[in-house]
């Protein structure tokens, strides 16, 4: 069977495992997760993170510095997954839906404005595959209404918006480190705070809601409860293997592109007879290769080429159920939403499988298999 995801090691994860241990500190915030926090300020510019134990933990952290409260509204897309939602949902917030666009799965930023009201607080952005939203005209609409603009980022690892990484335009950004992404730590992610208002409490909110950082500077004698918080800094075994990624990101990356553009090459044809849709970049987009996805012209089309290509050893995948249709928030709201196109996105995408030790002669396997089904 081709897998549809195989996590990558470089081959030196157990030596920085190794010395991580023989520093005798390994619990956290430590040696590694330092390295890890020069490393983004360094390559990408973020110039405050905080490493954390997932990228929904990154968003739980957002919550709490945006003060997310109950009655408040947050707007995200439907087309996503859960984690977009419950770090807001546990706060007390009503979670407002918007549809995707027609020609992507990321959210309509014309549909936006429509659903912002008195009790709105935040807008959640997730760039889907890796494809940036457009942060200028999202950014235009938060600064007029006063809101917070969250980008979930956790596909987005390297790419950009126009000249600037993802994560440095909304007032917060979380990154996931999960075995399925780019960059993997087995689970993990990041918060990005470019509100350097925010700065001083984010460290306290990472630390369990503690002033212990300022114990650690000499600031103060001891440390105290001074805020809500959580344990939402991963190990320093965590740090080390994602550390052991970001030494590799330019092959990882290499790698990816290869794969990326191979399936694109060989799927061409069968875009342009009409069978399936490949993914569009726009102009102010660039590409991470973290997903390639396929549209199909329906979900019955769709799942018939999942159970073909499974057949044939190919593991296949479609993506996320829409949120706003889900039995939860079916469970929590009257509203009726009429959001065709993230229905559209749930029916009709697969992913295709994409990983570092992909052989390109797979890739051109699992292609010519896709034509036949076409063809047949």
């Given at each position: 069977?081709?897998?549809?995801?195989?996590?990558?090691?470089?081959?030196?994860e157990?030596a920085?495992?190794?010395?991580?241990?023989?520093?005798?500190?390994?619990?956290?915030?430590?040696?590694?997760?330092?390295?890890?926090?020069?490393?983004?300020?360094?390559?990408?510019?973020?110039?405050?993170?905080?490493?954390?134990?997932?990228?929904?933990?990154?968003?739980?952290?957002?919550?709490?510095l945006?003060?997310?409260?109950?009655?408040?509204?947050?707007i995200?897309p439907?087309y996503?997954?859960?984690?977009?939602?419950?770090?807001?949902?546990?706060?007390?917030?009503?979670?407002?839906?918007?549809?995707?666009?027609?020609?992507?799965?990321?959210?309509?930023?014309?549909?936006?404005?429509?659903?912002?009201?008195?009790?709105?607080?935040?807008?959640?952005?997730?760039?889907?595959?890796?494809?940036?939203?457009?942060?200028?005209?999202?950014?235009?609409?938060?600064?007029?209404?006063?809101?917070?603009?969250?980008?979930?980022?956790?596909?987005?690892?390297?790419?950009?918006?126009?000249?600037?990484?993802?994560?440095?335009?909304?007032?917060?950004?979380?990154?996931?480190?999960?075995?399925?992404?780019?960059?993997?730590?087995?689970?993990?992610?990041m918060?990005?705070?470019?509100?350097?208002?925010?700065?001083?409490?984010?460290?306290?909110?990472?630390?369990?809601?503690?002033?212990?950082?300022?114990?650690?500077?000499?600031?103060?004698?001891?440390?105290?409860?001074?805020?809500?918080?959580?344990?939402?800094?991963?190990?320093?075994?965590?740090?080390?293997?994602?550390?052991?990624?970001?030494?590799?990101?330019?092959?990882?990356?290499?790698?990816?592109?290869?794969?990326?553009?191979?399936?694109?090459?060989?799927?061409?044809?069968l875009e342009?007879?009409?069978?399936?849709?490949?993914?569009?970049?726009?102009?102010?987009?660039?590409?991470?290769?973290?997903?390639?996805?396929i549209?199909?012209?329906?979900?019955?089309?769709?799942d018939?080429?999942?159970?073909?290509?499974?057949?044939?050893?190919?593991?296949?995948?479609?993506?996320?159920?829409?949120?706003?249709?889900?039995p939860?928030?079916?469970?929590?709201?009257?509203?009726?939403?009429?959001?065709?196109?993230?229905?559209?996105?749930?029916?009709t995408?697969?992913?295709?499988p994409?990983?570092?030790?992909?052989?390109?002669?797979?890739?051109?396997?699992?292609?010519?298999?896709?034509?036949?089904?076409?063809?047949?």
């Amino acid at each position: 069977m081709i897998p549809f995801n195989k996590p990558y090691l470089t081959g030196n994860e157990f030596a920085l495992i190794e010395k991580a241990l023989s520093k005798g500190k390994f619990s956290g915030n430590g040696y590694f997760t330092n390295k890890c926090h020069t490393f983004f300020n360094e390559y990408f510019g973020f110039k405050n993170c905080f490493l954390t134990n997932s990228a929904t933990s990154a968003l739980e952290m957002a919550s709490l510095l945006c003060d997310i409260k109950e009655g408040d509204e947050v707007i995200i897309p439907s087309y996503t997954f859960v984690s977009t939602a419950t770090p807001f949902a546990l706060r007390g917030a009503k979670i407002i839906f918007c549809d995707s666009e027609v020609s992507s799965p990321n959210i309509d930023v014309q549909r936006i404005e429509q659903l912002i009201t008195s009790k709105t607080k935040a807008i959640i952005v997730v760039h889907y595959a890796g494809l940036a939203c457009d942060m200028d005209a999202i950014m235009a609409l938060a600064n007029r209404h006063k809101l917070f603009v969250i980008e979930d980022a956790a596909h987005s690892i390297t790419s950009r918006y126009k000249d600037r990484f993802l994560g440095t335009s909304g007032h917060f950004a979380a990154f996931s480190f999960h075995e399925t992404k780019n960059i993997s730590s087995g689970q993990g992610g990041m918060l990005v705070i470019n509100d350097h208002s925010m700065i001083n409490r984010a460290e306290k909110v990472w630390v369990k809601g503690t002033n212990q950082l300022d114990m650690q500077r000499g600031i103060i004698p001891k440390y105290e409860w001074v805020d809500l918080g959580s344990n939402f800094y991963p190990s320093e075994i965590t740090a080390c293997l994602l550390f052991a990624q970001l030494q590799s990101i330019e092959f990882i990356q290499y790698k990816r592109k290869l794969i990326w553009k191979t399936y694109e090459k060989q799927l061409r044809n069968l875009e342009k007879s009409g069978k399936i849709k490949l993914t569009t970049l726009e102009d102010y987009q660039s590409n991470n290769y973290h997903i390639f996805y396929i549209l199909c012209a329906s979900q019955y089309e769709r799942d018939d080429l999942i159970s073909f290509l499974k057949k044939n050893n190919i593991m296949a995948v479609f993506h996320y159920s829409p949120l706003h249709s889900s039995p939860y928030a079916q469970g929590k709201s009257t509203e009726t939403f009429v959001l065709p196109n993230a229905e559209r996105y749930s029916q009709t995408l697969l992913r295709l499988p994409l990983y570092v030790e992909l052989d390109l002669s797979q890739v051109i396997e699992i292609t010519n298999l896709i034509s036949t089904f076409y063809h047949s």
